[in-house]
Every structure is written in C-alpha cells, then in structure tokens.
C-alpha cells in the first residue's frame, strides 16, 4: 500500500443497506479499513495507523464470538478465508523490537581466561601442583556466538518478510530483507513445535505459537486474494467495551427474574432479564443498556430505541429501586437511573460538542402515571464519542464513572 493512500482506504460505516463490516477486508488486493458508525478519523498518516491498531485490538478483546473471522452471511463459503491477524502484528512488532531471533551457538575453548567449564576443565585439562595446592594454567571456557544461519532464524526471517508484505503497511513502507530458504511447511512446523517443546521463555513460546499460525494459514490458496478480519456484529463490542468501563463485575444480583408456579407442583424458573451494564457511584445506581443506534449519525428519531426497549429499561430500574436488600445495602435514599448509551462523533454535524458525552433527550412509559417523576421510570439518551471509548479502556473506570454520572444527574436535574 503506497503510504498517501492509506486514508482513502478507510471506511466509516453507515449501518445503512448492510454496511456494517468492522475491521479489515482484503479482496483481490485491495484494502479497506472500516471503522465503527461515527468514528472520528484522523487525517495523517501517523495516526491513521493508531486508529487501525487500536481498532484490531478492541476486535480482538471485546468480541464476545472470539473469531477473528466474522463472514458476510451473504458471502461465498470460499471468501470466509481464516487469517490470523494477530499473528502477523506480533511477528512484526517483535522484529521490530528485537530484530530477528537467533539462538545462542554454545562452543568450548581452552584458554587462560572467561566463563570456565569446570567440568570440562577437570576431566581434559593438566593439573600444576604447588606445595598443598593444584593449579590449572590453561581451562575449558564457555564461548557462545550468535548462530545467524541456524534454521529457527532462516524460518523466521520467511515470517517476517510474509507478515510485512501482507501487513507491513500498518507500520512502514519498508520491507525487510527476503528469506534465504523456502518454504517448506513440514520442516517448518516439525522445527517450531521442537523448539516449543524445549523453551520455557514465555516471549520466545509466543513467538513461535505465533510463527506456527502463520505457516498453517499459508495452505489456503484463497489467502493472498481474499480474507476478512473483523465483525457485521460490532454491537456486541459496543456493549462490551460499555460494561468493560463502567460496570460492576457482579451485576447478575440487579437482574430481574420469573418463575412458572404450576399447578403441577413442577415450577419452572425463566431466564432472567440482562441489562447490559450495572454501574454505581456510592448510593446510586445506574442501568445502562448500550445501543449501537445510528440516531447519533442521523439525529432521526426513528433511530431511537423503541418501545420494547423502553419498557425494560423501566422494567429493570423498578425491579432495583423497590427491592428492599439493595434498600438495604445502598440506604432509602438510593437513586436508581435507567440509561441508553449510544455512538456519536463530537464534530457531528448535528451533535458538535466538546465534551465525549451529550444528553439527548429522555424516554417515558405512558403505563406509569408516577407524580413523584421517579429517576427509574424515565430513561436518559447519553451519546458517547466513539473514538473517545475505543482509546479509553480501562476496567471500571472511576474517572469515566465519575463524568457519566454527572453528566446523567445533571441532565436529569435540569429538564425534570
């Protein structure tokens, strides 16, 4: 890829008429890059490459399927092409860290000085008595050379060169050096699973597991014409990357549950109602449900959740703010919020903001006719900035906590 065309490779999803596809798609040669509905997108090359990396990574840790592979249900069976990604990323990133990985050659030399082999010096070497003592004028040393042309390093020099030339472009317009051997998956293999079995160095064991994927993809004919990378399911990232940031670990004890009392006497408890993400700030709690809506794209109202949405949401913020343990627990006064999160870009054209949060409006059920306006019975649209929450990922994030918190008590303070 020639480096001023990296930005024109980059997509920013619509969700409109299936396009939906997160990640990176390589067909026939041609690259494309497609980041989430509302991404903001850098403009230079630098951190055009930090929004690509870090997008591979949130794939990587936040996709529920754990497959690297998601194809198009619309795609031919012979374009869902396996392509370990990962493997190919930390090949280079170790290159490009330690260069290539040599074994250290262990030779022994007699001379007067260095690392002396005991052993080896007793059994071969001349002994010099002197009085009560023996001495040795000449020992058996330790003399260890980087071996350049040993096999793990030719078959790793082969990953380097194919990872940089499928992938290279995610970090330089340079390739290294072509390998000095062919491939031969065999020998490959037979060498690396060797090795595995003889390290116990856990960097070097990741390096050859890593090395082993890449030559056991390298099988498939359809690979260098076509593989995906990446999800048409990027909601479920959403909700994860929400409850990653803002929720507690515990949050099974905040469902609501039913149970069938039969006649029968054989009573059957249901499945219960989950909320996306339980999040708490000392005697607060707040039901987050996380909506990867486009409404942030489009400011349409029909892209709202709907009423099935709504109603659970209340639902699940009764069931908490009536139950006397978390009464309990948190005091009478405890508030409970109901809230969807969904994406937006702070330079929205509709949104423009210089805050990663934005309150949008409020959600209400006509069933409940409450007078006292509880916090539970109304649901608070918040947008959060998409790029923002990718680059920000920290396991319950006091600091994020904090912000949406306040962002959510402020906005329901001033329009109720």
Not at 146 to 164: G, K, M, P, Q, R
Not at 171 to 176: A, E, G, L, N, Q
Not at 208 to 235: A, H, P, V, W
Not at 380 to 386: A, E, K, T
Request: hydrophobic share 35%.
């Amino acid at each position: 890829m020639e480096k001023d065309n990296l930005l024109n490779k980059c997509h920013i999803n619509t969700n409109k008429d299936g396009d939906t596809f997160v990640g990176i798609q390589i067909i026939d040669g041609d690259i494309s890059i497609c980041f989430p509905l509302e991404y903001r997108l850098a403009e230079d090359d630098k951190h055009i490459r930090k929004d690509i990396i870090n997008l591979i990574s949130v794939l990587k840790r936040f996709d529920d399927k754990k497959n690297e592979i998601l194809p198009n249900e619309k795609a031919k069976s012979n374009e869902q092409v396996e392509f370990p990604f990962l493997a190919y990323m930390q090949i280079i990133l170790n290159y490009l860290n330690n260069g290539y990985f040599y074994e250290n050659e262990i030779k022994y030399k007699v001379a007067k000085t260095g690392k002396i082999n005991w052993s080896r010096t007793i059994k071969t070497q001349k002994t010099y008595p002197q009085g009560t003592e023996v001495f040795y004028l000449n020992f058996v040393v330790k003399n260890s050379n980087l071996n350049s042309d040993a096999l793990i390093t030719l078959i790793h020099e082969y990953c380097v060169f194919e990872s940089f030339s499928k992938i290279g472009w995610l970090y330089s317009t340079v390739i290294p050096k072509k390998p000095r051997i062919k491939f031969d998956k065999k020998l490959f293999l037979s060498v690396l699973y060797e090795k595995m079995g003889q390290t116990f160095n856990d960097k070097n064991r990741s390096l050859f597991q890593n090395m082993i994927d890449l030559i056991n993809s390298f099988g498939n004919k359809e690979l260098n014409s076509r593989f995906y990378y990446g999800t048409y399911r990027f909601e479920y990232v959403w909700e994860n990357m929400i409850d990653h940031v803002f929720g507690v670990n515990d949050k099974n004890r905040y469902f609501p549950r039913t149970t069938w009392h039969l006649v029968s006497g054989k009573n059957k408890d249901n499945n219960a109602l989950e909320p996306d993400t339980i999040m708490i700030k000392g005697n607060e709690i707040f039901v987050v449900d996380a909506k990867y809506y486009k409404y942030g794209a489009t400011a349409i109202p029909a892209h709202l959740p709907e009423s099935t949405s709504i109603n659970k949401q209340i639902t699940y913020g009764e069931y908490i703010a009536t139950n006397e343990e978390f009464k309990k627990e948190f005091g009478e006064d405890m508030k409970v919020y109901n809230v969807f999160i969904m994406p937006f870009s702070k330079n929205s054209k509709y949104f423009a903001t210089d805050n990663n949060y934005k309150y949008i409006g409020k959600a209400t059920g006509d069933w409940k006719q409450s007078k006292s306006k509880a916090e539970h019975e109304q649901v608070l649209g918040i947008l959060l900035d998409v790029k923002y929450i990718m680059f920000n990922l920290i396991k319950h994030d006091k600091d994020e906590i904090e912000i949406l918190s306040d962002e959510i008590e402020k906005s329901f303070k001033k329009n109720y």
